[in-house]
């Protein structure tokens, strides 16, 4: 576009000067300059340069790592600082959690007394993050002195200097890499981070790359004190997390990225308030879940659907939702349940956060999903627990081991954080993974399995 507009200006140019010394009017000239250029100019801003994902992968913690719930209880029982109440209570949690035996934690939590210490969140940062980006480097043919971009997102723990920094001298990356780290953005960081990179490759030239990693360093994190709402973090969270490689190039591409919507609900203070870090009553540092936090997830994803619904769903589903609202406003039936669209008439796969069993149960009542449409979820949180930010990329690569992906499929991700927010992605699939990913290669044979809904 940008060689036509120059070769438009040097014809207008020549006729100009022609025109000038035949005596001829050149404001018909300019006129046709100024209207191609009106056109192209909107074309380009209407149509930006897509972004692809070439590949990603997810960490596969060792099996020395692993811990059940009912083991994890029994540490904090022989650290001494619980009573028989709040043990009592994490045991009903761990009963309800969705978490099953081979979840894991890092080598801190292996011992008693625990040791939260600086050095110990080091160590895990480079062991889950060196792992992923080293396997998907490895899985996409790349070489690390290709990546123009890099976005970490971590909300819990900084470092000096940077994970980022941490990558690049790993990797040895180029010095005019663009890098950014994203922290107290919560689990729908990930989400973030891949919109963050999409606008920025965009703006790059054709080929560049893209390096986008998600974590959440447990080590730190861990909560001492006696606070029930405080102490739900201790039982939900895992080790884990993702490497992703975009490009603003379809050559060797896997997924195509369709639409991002993010959307924040912190004007609301119930809302922000929703997920904080603050301290106890006795000085003890940790997150504190509000009892409101589902039905604060729950307004964040309709503001959420209200976007993606229009960009996703045909013309028919959009009409009986709309006919819906309008037979509700019109004869004022406020007990008459408004029509839930069909989802999965535009969207194969569904990656809803693994942020624990009642947000699960949760989104699957508001869009109407199936049991095998939220698989996925519940399988990779009794698997490997909430992972944050890098849950979704383990849901699809759930699917993709259960070779349940098909080229031309739509994956909807969907992703909830502090804040409060609720942000989405949906990416098709151009070409489905040829084997499972390294977290569920020696697994996936065992999944799907019978997870109990209540207790």
Known sequence: MVAMILEVTQICQDR???????????IRHLLAFLLI???TVKYLTRHPRRVYLVEYACFGPNSKYRIAPASLIENFRLSDFLDDDNISFLGKICRRSGLGDETCLPSSYHCTPLIPSFS????????????????????????????DILIVNCSLMTMIPSVTDMIINRYKLRSDIQNMQLSGMGCS???IAVGLARNLLQLMPHGAHALVVSTEIVTCNYYA???RSMQLTNMLFRMGGAAVLLSNSRANARFELLHTVRKSTAAQDSAYHCVFHEEDDEGNLGVNLSKDLVAVAGEALKANIRTSAPLLLPVSEQLSFLLSSIAQKVFLKKN????VPNFGLAVEHFCIHAGGRAVIDAVQRSLNLSDEQVEPSRMTLHRFGNTSSSSVWYEMAYCEAKQLMRKGDRVWMIGFG???????AVWKCILPARSA???????????PMEVPKQV
């Open 189 to 191: 960081a990930g989400l």
């Open 418 to 424: 502090s804040g409060y927010k609720c942000n989405s």
């Open 37 to 39: 250029t009106v056109v």
């Open 225 to 227: 004190g006696k606070k």
């Open 120 to 147: 110990l969140a080091r160590m895990e940062a480079e062991q889950v993050i060196f792992t992923v980006v080293d396997d998907l480097f490895s899985k996409a043919s790349m070489e690390p002195s290709k990546i």
């Open 437 to 447: 990913d390294s977290a569920w290669a020696n697994c996936i044979h065992r999944y």
């Open 336 to 339: 008459t349940r408004q029509y």
């Open 16 to 26: 100009l000067l022609a025109s000038s010394t035949n005596n001829l009017p050149p």
